[in-house]
């Protein structure tokens, strides 16, 4: 018999809508009958949205409190949807109470959030894992697969980058991402992949720029409201071989779209992943042949396409995959790991080294660009 879990999501914005993708989607791309969730509760700031949420996914429960979700004693699985700065409570609560935990990136807004949760969790007994998913493509599953294989050998540099346009606007209304900056936003990603493959790091110096220091108000036409947090970072690496890196992350980067990617250069070759071609992944070998004419050296374009292991396959592993893709094996990991009580994914516990990662990344940028170690 399927094994079903109760789940309750807290937000249900975008992010929640992209969560709730994957619940409802996940036995279609997997070929397996032990397990699945249903969504049976939302819960946002106002019933009107809750409701509506509700009515999308077939959800029976429309609340506006999250402890009505976390002290739940129906509820089986937390998953946590809502803008950073809220994050706390909710993973608070849901702690305390035994629930399995689902959150979105970054894990809090603050260092000191991260840390008292880290607390928290040595009595816990729940599986928990961080919405990281860029970890779950299959480029980039096998990126890490040929870097432990020592495929590209030591690391000498390497170039990781996730580039947006939406902040490119001085008209660009303040809206509770732009007040979160793009360290904790985009940041988190480009930093805990290249940490996942190449890591760990060993310091960093890091720069942050703010474009407009004021913008139109989100709630109040006709009000600019005082711009604090950065548009975009640099972030120059080190790592315990000495190698050095640069990371950015940038909502500033005028015609980029959500360009997500790296290079990274070995003693024995190197791999590349390109924005907006996350079906390849590039791999170069120093040991092929360079003669006759070249012979047979350059970059291989390895065809990742949709090659999950079973029991995915749908809807076939040439179909070029999407970012939605890599989202829902993210949460069939999740759902996995419950289900079996092994840890499979980024928990709760990497969520709290990642906030430790970037402010060190905001400290040095508070320092002129100091070097901190990490």
């Known amino acids: 018999m399927t ?12 992010i929640g809508k992209v969560h709730a993708y994957g619940h409802l989607n996940i036995p279609m791309h997997y070929d397996q009958q032990d397990f699945r969730s249903r969504i049976t509760h939302i819960c946002t700031g106002h019933i009107e949205t809750a409701q509506k949420g509700c009515a999308m996914v077939g959800a029976e429960h429309a609340v506006t409190d999250f402890r009505e979700i976390t002290e739940n004693p129906d509820i089986d699985i937390v998953d946590i949807c809502s803008p950073n700065d809220k994050h706390y409570e909710a993973i608070m609560s849901a702690i305390a109470h035994g629930k399995h935990i689902y959150c979105d990136k970054p894990l809090t807004q603050e260092l000191s959030d991260a840390l008292a949760i880290r607390e928290a969790l040595k009595d816990y007994k729940g599986i928990s894992q961080m919405t990281l998913q860029n970890r779950f493509f299959p480029a980039t599953l096998r990126a890490k697969q040929l870097i432990e294989e020592g495929a590209i050998g030591d690391i000498l ?6 580039l947006h346009s939406g902040s490119a606007d001085p008209k660009a209304p303040f809206k509770w991402k732009l007040a979160a900056g793009v360290v904790n936003d985009l940041g988190s990603h480009i930093l805990d992949l290249m940490n996942m493959l190449i890591g760990p790091f060993d310091s960093l110096s890091a720069v942050t720029h703010i474009a407009f220091p004021e913008r139109p ?11 604090t947090a950065e548009d975009n970072m640099l972030v120059t690496v080190k790592l315990p071989n000495g190698a050095y890196g640069n990371i950015s992350a940038s909502k500033i980067t ?19 992943w390109d924005p907006m071609n996350l079906d390849k992944l590039f791999y170069y070998d120093c040991s092929a042949k360079s003669s006759p004419i070249g012979g047979v050296r350059g970059w291989t374009a390895i065809d990742c396409g949709q090659r999950y292991d079973k029991p995915a396959g749908f809807p076939t592993p040439k179909a070029p995959i999407g970012w939605m893709r890599g989202h829902m094996h993210c949460l069939y990991t999740f759902l ?7 840890q499979l994914g980024p928990s709760l516990e990497d969520g709290v080294k990642m906030q430790e990662i970037l402010a060190k990344v905001q400290e040095s940028a508070a320092n002129g660009g100091k070097w901190v170690k990490i």
């Open 336 to 342: 996995k790991s419950v289900h079996t009580g092994q």
């Open 3 to 14: 094994k079903e879990y109760k789940v309750g999501m807290i937000g249900f914005g975008f």
């Open 217 to 227: 108000s989100a709630t109040e036409p006709g009000k600019m409201v005082k711009v």
């Open 157 to 162: 540099e390497f170039r990781g980058q996730y």
């Open 254 to 272: 005028t015609g980029a779209e959500d360009e997500f990617g790296f290079s990274i250069h070995g003693t024995k070759g190197a791999l590349r």
